[in-house]
């Protein structure tokens, strides 16, 4: 069998996200025998968290580890020094959303290619800057957006526009809520706003996704941008408490309405319906994680009170681990192969959804405090 390519992973930040992640690019999967991963380096503000981050949740290593075809991983006491390790290559951003720009820039001024967790960055401006500095450097950048790897997510394009089986699709509704609100503490990272907390900006791009897929991405659309119009409430904290951000497609006549919220829960079996002149869709998982949805066809002949929509036809596809293995895979092939951006989760990708959360701010008058946002404030 021939060697696999092997991602040689620096994780900065041990906190809970990064766990999930090493935990994800740990899991043996004969399956993957392209490429492997090696955590070469964990680094946190605490070299004792780092040792102990490893020693819970990687004591073997990645998968390239496990097959002896990297070192151990190593605890880095400093973030500077995962950035300059020379067995590094990529690195891995899990901090809180105020750091990632500068955590992203640094990563690339020591010249590694960079995944960094969503929101990429506080703003539009900071993250097309990062895109500047990569370009101009040649190096990969991509936003951890994992939703858009999982197997029911490219299987929901197919059945909407190679498929059409819903024939045009004319609404979106989703909803990602989760009651945070009153329940973690105010200065929590989730809802606080010296982390930039609130359901907008830790939710809002996965209340997109069917949006994005059946929507923004669909050939018929062109490209175009959506025109935002945005409803917010407000936390005591000055961050958002919900937020409803609806999307118009002019050249579709279509509408997306998306809702995250920390003061509620998402509906049970159903976190998004999309509509269509033919028959609908309902997506059943949670939006971070896609793994079920139901197509319902309207009969031919019948009107919508005649039809039984009785041969529903369900798509269920899951996978091993929580997924961010997925997107480690495509980052993979994608820097073994010379490429600076993924097909999938583009610059542009998060350019676009960074675009419609500053509007969003800018309409719901969600301001951070003055100097977080390293290029521009957004609604001041
Ligand atoms: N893709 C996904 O599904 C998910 C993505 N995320 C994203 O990941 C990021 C981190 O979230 P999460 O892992 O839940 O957060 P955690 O609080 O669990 O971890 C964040 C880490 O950031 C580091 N850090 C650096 N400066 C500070 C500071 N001043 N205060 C606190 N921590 C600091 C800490 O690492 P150390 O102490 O080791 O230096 C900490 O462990 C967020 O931007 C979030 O949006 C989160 C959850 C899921
Ligand atoms: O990205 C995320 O997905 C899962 C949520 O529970 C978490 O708050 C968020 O950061």
């Known amino acids: 069998m021939a060697t696999p390519y092997i991602a040689k992973w620096g994780i900065i930040g041990a906190g809970w996200i990064s766990s999930m992640f090493v935990e994800d690019i740990a899991l043996a999967r004969p399956d993957v025998t392209d490429v492997a991963h090696a955590v070469a380096a964990v680094g946190s503000r605490d070299i004792t968290k780092a040792q102990a981050f490893i020693d819970k949740h990687i004591p073997n290593g990645g998968t390239a580890q496990q097959a002896g075809l990297a070192p151990p991983p190593v605890a880095c006491g400093s973030y500077q020094e995962v950035f300059d390790h020379p067995d590094v290559d990529i690195i891995y951003i899990g901090t809180l959303h105020p750091t990632h720009y500068d955590d992203a820039k640094a990563a690339l001024a020591a010249g590694k290619h960079v995944l960094v967790e969503k929101p990429a960055t506080l703003n539009a401006a900071e993250w097309a800057d990062l895109v500047r500095i990569a370009t101009e450097k040649k190096l990969f950048i991509m936003e951890a957006f994992w939703t858009r790897f999982q197997p029911a997510v490219q299987a929901l394009w197919d059945k909407l526009h190679k498929d059409k089986v ?41 209340t997109m996704v069917p949006a994005r897929i059946a929507l923004h991405d669909n050939p018929d659309n062109k490209g175009a941008v959506p025109t935002v119009t945005c409803a917010m409430s407000k936390t005591r904290m000055g961050t958002d408490l919900s937020t409803t951000i609806v999307l118009d497609y002019p050249n579709l006549d279509a509408r997306a309405c998306c809702n995250t919220s920390f003061a509620t829960r998402f509906p049970h079996d159903t976190t998004a319906t999309i509509i269509g002149t033919g028959g609908q869709i309902i997506i059943h998982s949670v939006l971070c994680r896609i793994t079920k949805f139901t197509i319902f066809r309207f009969t031919p002949g019948k009107t919508r009170e005649e039809d039984k929509w009785d041969t529903p036809e369900v798509v269920d596809i899951d996978f091993p681990g929580t997924g961010l293995n997925l997107e480690a895979d495509a980052v993979a092939r994608d820097i073994r192969d ?13 350019l676009e959804t960074l675009d419609i959360f500053d509007e969003c701010r800018r309409q719901g008058k969600y301001v951070l405090p003055e100097g977080m946002e390293k290029i521009g404030r957004v609604g001041a």
Not at 341 to 349: G, I
């Open 338 to 350: 010379g490429k600076l951006e993924d097909p999938l989760v583009t610059h542009k990708y998060t």
């Open 166 to 206: 819903i024939g045009n699709v004319t609404a979106v509704h989703t909803d990602f809520s989760v009651p945070n609100y009153n329940v973690l503490p105010d200065d929590h990272r989730i809802v606080g706003l010296a982390a930039a907390g609130g359901p907008l900006l830790d939710l809002g791009a996965y």
